[in-house]
């Protein structure tokens, strides 16, 4: 028998922790019901690009449903899921990420957000499983609903006049969006690889303005400090994990900071999590907002669209500093 699935652990990126990851107790929480939330959003964005909402309305038999849809896909023999590859760009792929290289400990499905094309491609690649697709449709709208809620709320912490100049973009209908379900496969082998850490997904900035993470109840996600240290984020299945992409980065010059994250492999425990990228459309400039330059401040970027920086964006390694090309010296 030919086993396709399981190449030689020595291909992954393997690192050395000097201590066990500990975790992290200071992740800004914020309660979207209360009201200073605005002001909690725009410190944690500062501070971290990265916090967790409670109380996020996201119905939780959404959550339950893709979660277990996911797990089924994610259990059919390799070959099935194939079918559904590669990811070029939308569909399923298999420790490969993106086309330069990269390797994980990690399968993975590439979804847009259009429903139309995910009808077309997903019908065909799913064929009687309708209610993957159902599902993934109902999830994504509702935790896109929530995204932009919480971007609407900055814009007031910001307190920027027009409280949807962030959210327009995802709700504009050619928002180009991306939704991406993980599944990291238990590495047994790594428990005799004693205090070394198998790498699930690269450490990378997202490029969109905001992306909204769910997962089961398995760490793995590490954000980047603002002094280089790596922390370990405390899962938690009942609430989602945002985090401040490049677009945002720029669109704040440099206020909101894109943080670098990364997911390392368990040894006993799958980890599955449910990623909402927000991006704008392709035609869309991305450049600070004149509100918040103040008529003074200059602008650290070059002048882009989305489109010149999400091809720029894929043509890079995972763990590139993408922004870097677009600054100004
Ligand atoms: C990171 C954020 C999203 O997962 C993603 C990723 C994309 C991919 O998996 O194809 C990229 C990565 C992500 C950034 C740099 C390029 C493109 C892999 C890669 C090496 C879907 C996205 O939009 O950018």
Redesign the pocket.
Same mark, same amino acid.
């Given at each position: 028998m030919v086993v396709l699935s399981k190449p030689a652990i020595e291909q992954f990126s393997v690192i050395k922790t000097c201590k066990p990851a500990t975790f992290f107790g200071g992740i800004p929480l914020i309660d979207l019901s209360k009201p200073d939330s605005r002001n909690l959003l725009v410190k944690a964005c500062e501070e971290f690009g990265f916090f967790k909402v409670i109380n996020h309305g996201v119905p939780t038999e959404f959550i339950s449903r893709l979660e277990s849809e996911a797990v089924k896909f994610f259990s059919m023999p390799l070959p099935e899921k194939e079918k559904a590859g590669p990811?070029d760009?939308f569909g399923y792929?298999n420790k490969s990420?993106?086309?330069?290289g990269?390797v994980g400990w990690v399968e993975?499905l590439?979804l847009t957000t259009d429903p139309e094309f995910n009808f077309q491609r997903l019908s065909s690649i799913f064929g009687q499983n309708r209610e993957m697709i159902r599902c993934a449709l109902d999830y994504v709208s509702a935790v896109k609903k929530m995204a932009c809620e919480v971007l609407e709320l900055m814009a007031e912490g910001l307190k920027i006049q027009q409280r949807n100049v962030f959210s327009k973009l995802l709700m504009d209908e050619q928002s180009d969006s991306?939704f &991406?379900l993980n599944h990291y496969p238990p590495c047994p082998e790594l428990q005799e690889m004693n205090d070394r850490n198998l790498i699930g997904f690269g450490e990378?900035?997202?490029?969109?303005i905001i992306?909204v993470l769910r997962s089961n109840n398995t760490a793995g996600l590490q954000i980047s400090l603002r002094d280089g240290n790596w922390i370990s984020v405390p899962p938690d299945q009942n609430s989602f994990f945002i985090n401040v992409g490049d677009s945002l980065q720029v669109m704040t010059n440099g206020r909101f900071k894109s943080v670098r994250h990364r997911v390392l492999a368990n040894s006993t425990k799958s980890r599955v999590s449910m990623?909402y990228?927000g991006?704008p459309p392709l035609s869309e400039k991305i450049a600070p907002l004149p509100s918040l330059m103040g008529g003074k401040e200059d602008s650290l970027y070059k002048e882009f669209t989305w489109f010149e920086y999400?091809k720029s964006?894929?043509k890079? &390694?995972?763990a590139?500093n993408?922004l870097g090309l677009f600054e100004k010296i």
């Open positions: 990811p760009p792929g990420i993106g086309t330069n990269d993975y590439l991306v &991406r990378h900035t997202d490029p969109q992306s990623i990228f991006g999400k964006a894929y890079t &390694r995972l590139d993408r």
